[in-house]
C-alpha cells in the first residue's frame, strides 16, 4: 500500500433496527500507518458502527 490510496475505505455505510435508522450514509478512509477510532458520548453509535 502507498500513501496516496486509503489502507481502508467504506463508502455509504447504513444500520438500521427496524424501523430506527442508527447509522445514516457514513464513510470514511483511512490511510497506513494512522491510528483511527470513533469518539463520543454514551448511546452515540460508536458500538453500531
Not at 455509504?12 to 458520548?41: M, W
Request: proline share 4%; net charge positive.
Amino acid at each position: 500500500m502507498n500513501k496516496e490510496n486509503p489502507a481502508l475505505r467504506v463508502s455509504e455505510i447504513c444500520k438500521t433496527f427496524g424501523s430506527f435508522s442508527a447509522v445514516s450514509s457514513l464513510s470514511f478512509e483511512v490511510f497506513a500507518g494512522r491510528i483511527f477510532g470513533f469518539l463520543g458520548p454514551n448511546g452515540a453509535g460508536k458500538t453500531t458502527t
